[in-house]
């Protein structure tokens, strides 16, 4: 999963393999299902700093060294 702030680059919050069904960075957790073949990313506690586009990346061949596929994201706004 990875973070895009407004007019910036993506940033990683967390890389899992196929083997891994929940992943932790801080308030992030990213949860896998293998045989759907379907993540989410589930934020705790959201803050007006997390207002971004989120986007699910796969690689090909379970690393970053494979072609990567970037999903086409969402948009999250946190309001005050």
Same mark, same amino acid.
């Given at each position: 999963?990875?973070?895009?702030?407004?007019?910036?680059?993506?940033? @990683?919050?967390?890389?899992? !393999?196929? *083997?891994?069904?929940?992943? +932790?960075?801080?308030?992030?957790?990213?949860?896998? /299902?293998?045989?759907?073949?379907? @993540?989410?990313?589930?934020? !705790?506690? *959201?803050?007006?700093?997390? +207002?971004?586009?989120?986007?699910?990346?796969?690689? /090909?061949?379970?690393?970053?060294?494979?072609?990567?596929?970037?999903?086409?994201?969402?948009?999250?706004?946190?309001?005050?």
């Amino acid at each position: 999963w990875y973070k895009q702030d407004t007019g910036r680059g993506p940033v @990683s919050l967390t890389i899992m !393999t196929f *083997s891994e069904n929940t992943k +932790s960075n801080g308030r992030y957790t990213a949860t896998l /299902d293998a045989d759907t073949k379907q @993540s989410s990313l589930h934020i !705790t506690a *959201s803050q007006l700093s997390d +207002s971004a586009s989120y986007i699910c990346v796969v690689s /090909d061949r379970g690393s970053t060294l494979g072609r990567l596929y970037f999903g086409r994201g969402t948009q999250l706004t946190v309001w005050p």
